[in-house]
Every structure is written in structure tokens, then in C-alpha cells.
């Protein structure tokens, strides 16, 4: 990515370094996370012109705790040192660090001090409310410094050398908690370090297909499309960088929503003249799906017959040389993490080992893109909202959503029911308000009365989710009203169904899909 004025942010493992990283892009400008202990011939590469030390865990007091390579400081670039990050400048820099009886976390009331440039423009700068998070503090700054601040609790909370432009905070100011947080960073990179902001979707957009054009030239790609809004950005980026030498693959593997494959394949197909195969794998997925009932062994079934379905698709196009992923930048930031790969299977591992297994060199256009950021490359390209604000649909789809066996009959139950899910919450435009809104059908039959009749149906559960990044998440307070319309249709509209219970558990302890 071509982007004049960059910031690299050297990642010491604080849970807030992909917030800082936000926070830099909405100021319009480019920055990259990168592990601690990267070989500093790649950040020289990159070329910054200004760094952040993030926060962590560690303390610098400890031996085994990652290290702030001086290599960086001799740069002479603008730095900005955030809660650990603030404690190794004062490590490696000659003041003094020590450990504290408490840890302090939560919010402190911050008295700015000296005209530091970090707190121009804030009016309350004399009792700004931070949010705090560390064990050890800085005791005496290094020489050159001035103090920058103070808590009642903490004597040197905010610390600067003008001269060479490296300012630090005991707080962070990257999260919504820290007042005016935003200013603090922008007054960082603009006043600070003097950078001008040219990161923009629009030129990331134009400078993401210049990229694609000259990474695959005329050579062919495959590319799976889900109908998620990541393979479908990913999809029209690459369409129009290499045109019809992208081709798409639709895998529809029986556990779709109703109306999924038109509602995103045809206006692709209709406003864009993607070249998408469809290919309608039903029967060979239901089937193997029969009798199953463990939710693992569904996902693992799901997994492999998809790479299966994709592999034999994509080897009938002549002459593929790329796969084409959605890839985000999280998922990136994970894999190069000095604290290694997560362990934890991601969403995006759906098609884990297909790339091994074709043999294909991969080609992502999303990797240095937040999810907030495919959206807005989205609009700039001119998807419709519906696409763009679809809610996450899992790679297993209604199969984890079947609680039990997974046949046709079933299936065909929990899509009416969820369509009225879906239309109920669009109509009543809280469809954008939660994360994520479906139904659940059960396996179970409870008894009921319909006129005169006992029944002995389904119940169907719904699960309506807030959420910020699906890593937590907690059940949405709908108005009862919408439930009870909810309720009312998929009783009367759903056959097989007599009974509608709410989902109200949190994640964590509970996930947001049932299986
Ligand atoms: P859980 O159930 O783990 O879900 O709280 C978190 C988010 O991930 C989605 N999800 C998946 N997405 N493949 C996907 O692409 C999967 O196997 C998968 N499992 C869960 C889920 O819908 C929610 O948004």
C-alpha cells in the first residue's frame, strides 16, 4: 500500500494495539502493527515516519520481558510511548521504573502539565479522565524530559523531550474511556510529528487494484464466494484488476438462508458481470450429513467437503495460478504475533488448507484492512447497503443452527422461521442495530393447542446479539413488542412449529451459534 506519511506501531502485547492502530487510520493515516521483536531491517523497509509503543503485560523489571531494541530510538523519529511502552522509554532512556504495591486499572483524573503539545485544543486538559491499566510506573524520567502530567496517584503519568519529539503516557489513550483520546493521538501525529493525512478508502481503493493488477498480471484466480461482505469486496477489487481472469466459485452446500445465493450472487453477477460458478453441492453435503448430530463432526464434514467441492471446481478452469482470499488484517496481526499464532480457530480458517492443497499462490486483497474498513471500501465501491450491512453468517450455515440431525425437513423449518427473523428486524430497522439476529431450531417437541387440537411440534429459539467484534457479545433488549410479532408469525406462519423461546445468555459463558 502507497501512502506517504505511515506510522508503525511496535506491538508489546497490550490488548489495546489494534485500537491505537484505529484510531492513527480514522486520522487518515496509514500505520501497521508490527511484533516487538521484528527484525528492524523491515521496519526500515516501511519507512515510518513516526512510531507507537504499545502497551503489554510484561514488566520491564522483569529479565524475560520483551525489549524496546535501541535501534529504533537512533531513527530519530517522532515516538510516541503508551503504558509499557512509556515505562521502556524510561528503561532504555535512563530514568527509572518501579513496581507498584497495586495494580491501578479503571479511570484516573489527569492533570496535563507544561503546554504539552499532546493536550492542545482540550479544554479540560487541567482534569481529563484516562483509563488506566499497569502495574509498574515511571519514578524518575530520563534526562532531557519534561513531566507532561500527573494523577493524584502517579507523579510522572505523562512525560516528553521536545527536542526529540518523544512523548509518553502512563494511560491509554486509545480507548473510548480516555476523554478527548482521539485529540491526544491526532495532536501526536500532526502537531508532534507533523504528518499529513493520505490514507483514505477512496486511495486505497484505486492504489489496491493498481497493487492486484501488478501482482497477478494476466494470470487466472480463483476465488470463493460466501456472500459474507469480505469475499464479496475481495471479489469486486480483484474483478476490477484483472476482469474476467477472476473466477468466482459458489458453493451451495444446502444449508443456506432462503434467498441467500440471489441476493448477493445475482446482484453481483447483474451489477458488476462477475464471472461466478454456481455450483450446487447439496446433495453431496446433506448426504454425508446424514445422522450426524455432534457439532464438531458437522463443522470437520462441512470443512472438508467444501475443500473437496472447491479443489475439483477450481482445477476445471484452465491455467489458475492465484486463490483469492478475504483475509483481514486482525488475522494477519495474529499470525505475525511475537506471542505466535493464536490457537484459537478463527472464522476465516473455514477454508483452512485449501491454499496447501491447490498449490496456488494466495492473493488477499483485504489483509491490511479492519473489518470497519471492508465496509467503507464497500461504499466506496459502490455495493448496496444490504450487502454491506449483512449480518455474519457462518461457513457451516444452517447446520449449526439444526440443532441434532441436519435433514432437508429440518432445514426447510428454520428457514421460514428465520426469514421472519430477518424481515421482522429490518422491517423494524433494528436490523442494524444488532450484531447478529437468527433462529435456532431445536430438537425437541413440546405439546401446544391450535383451536381445538392438542399439537406436538418444534420450538424454535431466536438469538438476537450485540455485539462489537463477536468476542463478546450479550442478548439485545428488542422492544416486546417486535418479539411478540415475531413470536406471533412464526408460530402461525411456520408449519411444524408451536413454540418460541428467547435466547437471553451472554457470550462468554455461551457462544453466539448454539453448536
Ligand atoms: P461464536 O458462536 O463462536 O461465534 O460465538 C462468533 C461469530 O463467528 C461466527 N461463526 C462462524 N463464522 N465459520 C464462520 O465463518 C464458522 O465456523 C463460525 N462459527 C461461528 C458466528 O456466527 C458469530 O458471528
Known amino acids: 500500500m502507497q501512502a506517504s506519511d505511515k506510522v508503525l506501531i511496535l506491538d508489546f502485547g497490550s490488548q489495546f494495539t489494534q485500537l491505537i492502530a484505529r484510531r492513527i487510520r480514522e486520522a487518515g493515516i496509514y500505520c501497521e502493527i508490527h511484533p516487538c521483536n521484528v527484525d528492524p531491517e523491515r521496519v526500515k523497509a516501511f519507512n515510518p515516519q513516526a512510531l507507537v509503543l504499545s502497551g503489554g503485560p510484561s514488566s520491564v523489571l522483569d529479565a524475560d520481558s520483551p525489549k524496546l531494541n535501541p535501534v529504533y530510538l537512533e531513527m530519530g523519529l517522532p515516538v510516541l510511548g503508551i503504558c ?31 503546554d504539552c503539545p499532546l493536550f492542545e485544543g482540550i479544554e479540560e486538559a487541567d482534569d481529563l479522565t484516562v483509563w488506566m491499566s499497569h502495574g509498574d510506573r515511571v519514578q524518575a524520567i530520563p534526562e532531557g524530559f519534561e513531566v507532561m502530567g500527573r494523577t493524584d496517584s502517579i507523579e510522572f503519568a505523562a512525560m516528553g523531550d521536545r527536542e526529540r519529539h518523544i512523548y509518553a503516557l502512563q494511560f491509554h489513550p486509545e480507548v473510548a474511556h480516555t476523554t478527548d483520546g482521539n485529540v491526544i493521538i491526532q495532536n501526536f501525529l500532526f502537531k508532534v510529528a507533523g504528518l499529513k493525512p493520505s490514507w483514505s478508502m477512496a486511495s486505497f481503493v484505486d492504489n489496491c487494484i493498481e497493487d492486484l493488477k501488478k501482482q497477478v498480471g494476466d494470470a487466472k484466480v ?49 451489477h458488476f458481470d462477475l464471472n461466478v460458478k454456481c455450483v450446487d453441492a447439496s446433495e453431496e453435503f446433506l448426504g454425508k450429513l446424514a445422522g450426524v448430530t455432534d457439532p464438531e463432526k458437522k463443522r470437520k464434514i462441512i470443512g472438508y467437503t467444501f475443500i473437496e467441492v ?45 491454499p496447501e492443497k491447490m498449490n496456488l499462490k494466495l492473493v488477499e486483497p483485504l489483509r491490511e484492512l479492519f473489518k470497519d474498513e471492508v465496509r467503507r471500501a464497500a461504499y466506496e465501491l459502490g455495493l448496496p447497503e444490504h450487502i454491506i450491512w449483512r449480518h455474519p453468517f457462518p461457513g457451516p450455515g444452517l447446520s ?9 425437513e429440518r432445514l426447510s423449518i428454520l428457514r421460514v422461521a428465520d426469514k421472519v427473523v430477518q424481515n421482522e428486524l429490518m422491517a423494524s430497522d433494528w436490523y442494524r442495530k444488532v450484531w447478529q439476529g437468527f433462529a435456532v431450531l431445536l430438537p425437541l417437541k413440546t405439546v401446544g393447542v391450535m383451536g381445538d387440537d392438542r399439537t406436538y411440534e418444534n420450538v424454535i429459539a431466536l438469538r438476537i446479539v450485540d455485539s462489537l467484534d463477536a468476542m463478546t457479545a450479550d442478548w439485545s433488549r428488542l422492544p416486546s413488542e417486535l418479539l ?3 413470536s406471533n408469525r412464526i408460530i402461525n406462519e411456520v408449519k411444524g412449529v408451536n413454540r418460541v423461546v428467547l435466547d437471553i445468555s451472554s457470550k462468554p459463558p455461551s457462544t453466539i451459534e448454539w453448536e
Request: aromatic share 6%.
Open 84 to 114: 509499557y511502552g512509556m515505562q521502556l522509554l524510561a528503561h532504555n532512556l535512563g530514568g527509572n521504573v518501579v513496581a507498584s504495591a497495586d495494580r491501578e486499572y479503571g479511570r484516573a483524573q489527569f492533570t496535563a502539565m507544561n
Open 400 to 408: 449449526i443452527r439444526v440443532i441434532g440431525e441436519v435433514t432437508e
Open 310 to 354: 472447491f479443489d475439483r471446481e477450481a482445477k476445471a478452469i484452465d491455467g489458475v495460478k492465484f486463490l483469492g482470499q478475504g483475509t483481514l488484517y486482525p488475522d494477519v496481526i495474529e499470525s505475525e504475533s511475537f506471542k505466535g499464532p493464536s490457537a484459537v480457530i478463527k472464522s476465516h480458517h473455514n477454508v483452512g488448507g485449501l
Open 484 to 486: 411478540a410479532r415475531i
Open 222 to 270: 480463483v476465488l470463493g464466494l460466501s456472500g459474507g461482505i469480505d469475499s464479496t469486496v475481495a471479489a469486486v477489487l480483484l474483478h476490477k484488476a484483472i476482469g474476467k481472469n477472476l473466477h468466482c466459485i459458489f458453493v451451495d452446500n444446502g444449508l443456506l438462508r432462503l434467498g441467500e445465493r440471489d441476493e448477493v450472487i445475482g446482484f453481483l453477477e447483474e
